[in-house]
């Protein structure tokens, strides 16, 4: 069983929702990101989700923008990351790691290598942002045949007919876009949120994870409510550039970071496990 | 097998008529790399784009509008002058410097103002960079009242202060984009966030063959009325097709407007002109057709210019409106397929090609054409006298004087 499968059918069984957090690789320097993950997983991340940075990505609001280009700074590229998740799996087998991203760092390496090395590095699953279902075939085919899960993304506009053809083709989970916007955006209605999700639930299984507008314990109780688990990104990206800008330049103390995380992680666990 | 491989057998002729299929795929290039909550506005766009397109109805609107409020047809050109001092092949001019706005970008924003206008959008935003396709935009948003955003990244703010300011004059919104390069690309993206976020009452008017499927199609069938005009202006006035057709590339609408109603005519020569910057070996261009690589980029797969980790990298050209990492896809198609040639022109060639056509014609292009004129000149001269070049003069200059004020080093 993958681990992402295991997890979450553990968590359903004890009746807890998944905690997924979000951070981009490489932000706020590259030397951060690992102790970082570790630090999210003794707050109580369930899943991690790692943003691979990208020159143009375009779903993102200001705040994510941001730490793709303080990445980008340091060069942090595919390769880069993959090396982070091999380093982080060195003491942590369990714990999930999904990369987020664009197509374009994956089609420089071309999907055979990014699919091999995925699986050499301990991925479990992918969310390529701009690969919707109509383009995912190949890359998508090659993922799962190394086990790594192809997560896809359900907004607000995907039609009923859509939401089953995604459903058909998604594994691990499916990612739930809570808003029409960019991450990080403030606009989540939580009304909305449960009659999509109904839908969603007619048509599959699989648990249904719901991201973007999620930034505290009251929105994520909210969401909590209705979804499988929740997607936080853009509130703990803001906070880490905020805590490592009081920081001396090229003297970053990364447990200082790792204690910000920590904290805004176990608020929202609260918040997404005090439903009744 | 791989019958490419194989030169008994002989490839069957290929139909330019029939891309992109549904899928908005030319070859492997195209396609809709978007995120999932744009696909349903793209679904509406094609689906009434496929509908209206053949309507009678429609076309007999946008029409009306290129004739009465774009001023079409465009004349066409003989530049006996210049010609005669090159001593080689005769040289033709589309004036689409002549439109309504000064440039072939009107033709596109009048359709897709339609389009929006059918799809009872109150809003559009459009992305620009030389400040051409802005203007375009938020002039057909004046005539038909609807709201108007323009995204230009912030240094083409600067490059460009006189379109900034006559889309304020329009009633615009020009909003500066400090993202990224701060040009073309980041504009383009700022435009994409502000669809994902208002997609139910906006129309995003995209200013050239590229984008997600459908709009190189659609962007592409609007600016064919270029093409379809120069060949029977052409037959009419030569008795004949020109040999050569050349043309800038930016995005690429202007050279697919001009070539794509010629593709099937073989005789006829094609050259897309890409911004050479300061030479393609120093790297510092934009030029992704001449010394890129294929990848995805702002919804579609072509030709980009990154690095080996499949970062875009930032573009240098004189014009603003060159300077993008990306080009249409239906160019990256022709490429490969050897129909098109696609070649570069460096800055300061541009700009004497610049000086030149203003000197011994008086007509004043625009930098982005001047890369397509400095580049007939080159070819002119290894043709006969008898023989024909048909140039698109995408657009006319007076956008870029005070560019050339600065490299002159005159403050105006
Ligand atoms: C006059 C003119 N020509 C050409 C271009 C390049 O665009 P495209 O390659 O789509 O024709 C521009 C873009 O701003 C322009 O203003």
Request: hydrophobic content about 40%; proline content about 5%.
């Amino acid at each position: 069983m993958s681990r992402i499968k295991a997890t979450l059918a553990n968590l359903k069984n004890t009746n807890r929702k998944a905690i997924i957090p979000y951070i981009v690789a490489g932000d706020p320097e590259p030397g951060a990101t690992v102790d970082l993950m570790h630090a999210l997983v003794d707050a109580g991340a369930d899943i991690i989700e790692l943003g691979v940075p990208f020159s143009d990505p375009m779903a993102e609001g200001p705040v994510i923008q941001l730490a793709h280009e303080r990445a980008l700074a340091h060069h942090v590229s595919l390769t880069h990351v993959l090396q982070m998740v091999s380093l982080f799996r060195e003491t942590d087998q369990q714990t999930p790691v999904v990369l987020m991203g664009y197509a374009n760092p994956i089609e420089a390496m071309s999907y055979v290598a990014f699919a091999q090395q995925a699986a050499n590095a301990g991925v479990d699953g992918v969310l390529t942002v701009d690969m919707p279902p109509e383009e995912i075939g190949e890359l998508g085919s090659l993922l799962i045949e190394q086990d790594i899960d192809s997560i896809l993304l359900i907004s607000p506009t995907t039609s009923p007919d859509r939401i089953e053809k995604i459903c058909a083709k998604a594994s691990g989970y499916i990612y739930y876009v809570s808003l029409k916007g960019v991450t990080g955006a403030g606009h989540l209605n939580v009304t909305e949120v449960a009659a999509q999700v109904d839908l969603i639930r007619q048509c599959t299984s699989l648990p249904i994870c719901v991201g973007f507008g999620i930034k505290d314990a009251a929105s994520a109780k909210s969401v909590a409510g209705i979804a499988d688990g929740v997607v936080v990104g853009s509130v703990l990206v803001s906070n880490i550039a905020a805590a490592a800008e009081q920081q001396l330049p090229g003297d970053l103390n990364v447990k200082v970071l790792g204690e910000v995380v920590a904290k805004l992680v176990k608020d929202i666990s609260v918040g997404a496990n005090s439903v009744e | 097998m791989n019958s490419k491989a194989d030169s008994r057998i002989i490839s069957p002729p290929v139909d330019y008529g029939a891309v992109p299929d549904a899928r908005g795929r030319f070859g492997p290039y195209g396609g809709r790399f978007v995120a999932e909550t744009l696909i349903s506005a793209l679904d509406d766009l094609q689906a009434l784009y496929l509908k209206l397109k053949d309507d009678p109805s429609f076309q007999q609107a946008f029409d009306k509008d290129l004739a009465h409020y774009v001023g079409r047809p465009s004349p066409v050109y003989h530049a006996e002058r210049w010609s005669k001092q090159l001593g080689g092949a005769q040289i033709y001019l589309k004036r689409e410097d002549l439109n309504h706005t000064g440039a072939h970008k009107i033709n596109n924003t009048v359709g897709q103002a339609l389009l929006a206008k059918f799809m009872g959008k109150p809003r559009v935003i459009a992305e620009t960079g030389a400040g051409q396709h802005g203007v375009a935009t938020a002039t057909i948003a004046a005539r038909f009242g609807m709201e108007c955003q323009v995204f230009m990244g912030e240094e083409d703010v600067q490059r460009q202060s006189l379109n900034v300011y006559r889309m304020k004059l329009l009633g615009a919104e020009v909003i500066p984009v400090k993202s990224g390069s701060r040009t073309l690309k980041d504009a383009m993206n700022e435009a994409l966030r502000d669809w994902v976020t208002n997609v139910d009452n906006t129309f995003y008017i995209i200013g050239t063959v590229a984008g997600p499927a459908p709009y190189p199609q659609l962007v592409r069938d609007f600016q064919s009325v270029i093409g379809r005009e120069a060949r029977q202006q052409m037959i009419d006035r030569t008795g004949r097709l020109p040999d050569a057709l050349v043309a800038c590339v930016g995005g690429g609408s202007n050279a697919i407007g001009l070539f794509h109603p010629m593709l099937e005519d073989s005789t006829v020569a094609m050259y897309g002109v890409e911004a050479g910057g300061f030479g393609l070996e120093t790297g510092k261009h934009a030029a992704p057709l001449s010394d890129g690589r294929p990848g995805v980029l702002h919804g579609n797969r072509t030709y980009l210019m990154e690095d080996e980790g499949g970062q875009i990298i930032e573009t240098h050209s004189i014009s603003a409106g060159l300077d993008y990492p990306g080009v249409g896809p239906e160019h990256s198609w022709l490429k490969d397929l050897g129909r098109v040639n696609y070649v570069a022109v460096n800055d300061d060639e541009a700009m004497d090609a610049f000086r030149t056509l203003t000197q011994i014609e008086g007509i004043m292009p625009a930098l982005e054409t001047s890369h397509a004129l400095a580049y007939a000149a080159k070819l002119a001269t290894t043709m006969d006298k008898d023989q024909s070049i048909m140039v698109n003069l995408s657009g006319r200059g007076d956008k870029d004087i005070l560019t050339v004020a600065e490299l002159d080093g005159i403050t105006l």
